[in-house]
């Protein structure tokens, strides 16, 4: 069934990490003022787009988070794409992020780095710097680095209509704070700034929703365990109206009855 445009409505393409085969990577399709946005495109985004009903000739804008194939998957079909038709849509992305797809671009097309860049710069490509709210598709956007092995951002979405101000976080992948490789023990080595935490600037009380990685939840160190949810909720004294957890499969049974997990076509 297809999916019609409206004020802000938020699908998902895809949940999985990227040591799974069975489920689409993580990515969202994100409708603003009619308008979509990709945020984090999987693999074979393109298919799947059409699976929802979602015209890829509709995409205004691609966002990526960071440079891991899983959320990347399909950034150089969407670019080469861009750069060989002249289909016009923004690409956004912090500057290591940027220079990862130039890299990609330059190598499948033979051609300079320096060449790719100024080609994407001239079509339109923002390099968001965190900390720098950008207007995008009729929503303030605030871009916030996260916690993990590679530059990676999060983001909120703030969109006014109706005298109302409908609001949403993501994290992307971000780390846990316990356990050996977790922000506290950084914190205590003099590694990790406690007021670089990313969760009190992605999630605000009362906010919409919350869509919040949680892909250590079955072991992994470097990404967020769904155990440590209400402790950050707790820690910061913030909680929004909604979380659903992503980038996990399964969900370790414990934490099925109190939260809600991504899957590909869920639709807010």
């Known amino acids: 069934q297809a999916i019609a445009p409206d004020v802000f ?39 799947i787009l059409r699976q929802h009903g979602i015209n890829v000739e509709d995409v205004r804008a691609v966002i990526e988070t960071h440079a891991h194939e899983d959320h990347m998957g399909s950034c150089a079909h969407f670019l080469l794409e861009c750069l060989a038709t002249g289909r016009s849509f923004t690409y956004v992305a912090a500057e290591p992020v940027f220079r990862a797809a130039v890299a990609k671009i330059a190598a499948y097309r033979g051609e300079s780095e320096e060449t790719v860049a100024k080609e ?49 976080g993501y994290s992307s992948d971000t780390n846990r704070d316990d356990g050996f490789a977790g922000t506290d023990a950084m914190a205590a080595a003099g590694f990790f700034d406690p007021a670089d935490d990313p969760f009190p600037k992605l999630v605000r009380n009362g906010d919409d929703h919350a869509f919040w990685e949680a892909g250590g939840s079955n ?44 899957r590909p076509g869920d639709v807010w």
């Open 120 to 168: 994407l710069e001239a079509r339109g490509a923002v390099r968001v710097r965190p900390g720098e709210p950008l207007r995008l598709l009729g929503a303030t956007w605030q871009f916030v680095w996260t916690v993990h092995p590679i530059p990676t951002i999060g983001f909120r979405i703030e969109l006014e209509h109706g005298g109302r101000t409908y609001r949403v």
């Open 219 to 262: 072991g992994d160190p470097i990404h967020f365990h769904a155990k440590g949810w209400e402790a950050m909720c707790e820690r910061h004294g913030i909680r929004p109206n909604a979380v659903t957890l992503m980038h996990v499969h399964p969900l370790p049974p414990e934490y099925r009855e109190r939260y809600a997990i991504a």
């Open 9 to 47: 409505t938020v699908v998902c393409l895809g949940s999985a990490s990227g040591f799974e085969i069975e489920h689409p990577t993580t990515g969202f399709a994100i409708c603003l003022n009619g308008q979509w946005v990709i945020v984090d495109a999987p693999v074979c985004a393109s298919t």
